[in-house]
């Protein structure tokens, strides 16, 4: 079991404090992992199994749980028999009807420590926002970074060099799960093509009740094919025109958004340097894991220049960047980054082949006047920094603990 130990930084100061701990993220990313880790930390530090009550909502022994009601019930019944503080771990709890009501009675009424885990964005909105106000920390869990992807890997495959495994992480993903597969190449396409059904009926269709399902697996589709790449809703409306479908930009933005809040997409908007405003149009969406691009769309190696841009982008958030799109003058910088007033630029490339390459890729950078680290990462493996811009590897960069 790999041991996350990013996210269990950003998770051990609330442990055993009264904020519900909510970990949220794609369907299969590894947020019950997490809760095992949670669980292991505690027993490491004293705390007997006999004080947690975990419970998996999909689950069949479980379905006489997925109301408030029954669950507040069954875990006050079974908290009667524990000694001192009792620990709650509740997976994929949006399977439960009201369920922050529940949680929201046992954080007020009992001697508790809390932990949920859920597939949806909107698991903290609403309702529950109004419950739970200022008394909950999320945690997004995402799949693996390429790290972790190395770690295990070499679990399965020993002394692969970097390079191969990293041409593997390229078509693979990082869904935990390929490595009980030894991450074969066709039962790994037919797990993830699994896995992108099952977040597009339970997590999108379902949760939505979208009707028009067709025009909704288009969209998915376009949008895949189109990651890390500006389009707007007026452009895919067009295009679904073509296809003899005729939808309103309106539509389309609520399908998108419903793929958002099931962590299937990522947006990420257009910021004016200049203008220091967020642009309202032509954002661009990354997918939450291009290994699942790979199983139902193919071709992460002829559209390598994006899906290392995907991947690039998810490192970033995985270290709690917030990140946006840079557009200055008539130029356009991949990602501008900042984590707490920490600011980062960053441009992603294939390869320098070219002069031209090298010129329109550093030439991002000529408008930038400030001193934040600026990073040209491709797959080159010599050393092209110029002009105070740092070039590195990719594989390089992704590995390296801070970026200065």
């Given at each position: 079991?790999?041991?996350?130990?990013?996210?269990?930084?950003?998770?051990?100061?609330?442990?055993?404090?009264?904020?519900?701990?909510?970990?949220?993220?794609?369907?299969?990313?590894?947020?019950?992992?997490?809760?095992?880790?949670?669980?292991?930390?505690?027993?490491?530090?004293?705390?007997?199994?006999?004080?947690?009550?975990?419970?998996?909502?999909?689950?069949?022994?479980?379905?006489?749980?997925?109301?408030?009601?029954?669950?507040?019930?069954?875990?006050?019944?079974?908290?009667?028999?524990?000694?001192?503080?009792?620990?709650?771990?509740?997976?994929?709890?949006?399977?439960?009807?009201?369920?922050?009501?529940?949680?929201?009675?046992?954080?007020?009424?009992?001697?508790?420590?809390?932990?949920?885990?859920?597939?949806?964005?909107?698991?903290?909105?609403?309702e529950l926002a109004t419950y739970l106000g200022g008394r909950y920390v999320e945690f997004i869990i995402y799949p693996f970074s390429f790290s972790e992807f190395l770690e295990l890997y070499h679990s399965?495959?020993?002394?692969?060099?970097?390079?191969?495994?990293?041409?593997?992480?390229?078509?693979?993903?990082?869904?935990p799960y390929l490595a009980n597969i030894r991450y074969e190449e066709d039962p790994s396409k037919l797990y993830l093509n699994d896995l992108f059904n099952s977040v597009q009926l339970k997590d999108i269709v379902k949760r939505n009740k979208v009707r028009d399902v067709d025009l909704l697996e288009r969209i998915?589709?376009?949008?895949?094919?189109n990651v890390g790449t500006t389009f707007s809703a007026t452009s895919l409306s067009k295009f679904l025109k073509n296809e003899k479908r005729t939808v309103a930009p309106e539509t389309i933005l609520n399908y998108i958004k419903y793929c958002c809040e099931a962590y299937l997409f990522y947006r990420v908007k257009r910021e004016d340097l200049q203008g220091k405003q967020i642009l309202s149009s032509n954002e661009k969406y990354y997918i939450a894991d291009h290994?699942?691009?790979?199983?139902?769309?193919?071709?992460?190696?002829?559209?390598?220049?994006?899906?290392?841009e995907n991947i690039v982008y998810l490192e970033l958030r995985r270290r709690n960047y917030e990140v946006t799109v840079g557009k200055i003058g008539d130029k356009e910088i991949d990602f501008v980054c900042d984590r707490h007033g920490e600011k980062l630029y960053?441009?992603?490339a294939y390869l320098l082949a070219s002069d031209e390459v090298i010129c329109r890729e550093f030439g991002a950078y000529d408008n930038v006047r400030d001193n934040y680290p600026k990073y040209v990462v491709s797959l080159d493996e010599f050393d092209m920094s110029q002009n105070g811009i740092k070039h590195c590897n990719i594989r390089d960069f992704l590995l390296e603990e801070e970026w200065t």
């Open positions: 079991m790999i041991k996350r130990e990013m996210y269990m930084k950003r998770i051990r100061p609330f442990i055993g404090t009264d904020l519900i701990k909510v970990m949220t993220g794609i369907r299969r990313c590894g947020k019950s992992v997490m809760l095992e880790l949670i669980k292991e930390e505690l027993k490491e530090s004293g705390i007997s199994p006999a004080q947690f009550i975990s419970i998996n909502f999909e689950d069949l022994n479980h379905t006489h749980l997925l109301t408030a009601e029954a669950l507040h019930d069954e875990v006050k019944k079974r908290a009667s028999e524990i000694n001192g503080k009792a620990y709650l771990f509740f997976d994929e709890i949006q399977e439960v009807k009201n369920w922050e009501k529940c949680i929201n009675s046992l954080r007020v009424s009992m001697n508790c420590d809390i932990y949920i885990t859920g597939s949806n964005a909107k698991l903290l909105s609403g399965v495959v020993p002394d692969t060099p970097v390079h191969e495994c990293f041409r593997k992480f390229l078509r693979s993903g990082g869904m998915i589709a376009y949008v895949i094919a290994g699942i691009r790979e199983a139902v769309f193919g071709g992460n190696m002829r559209d390598i220049n994006l899906i290392l960053i441009q992603v």
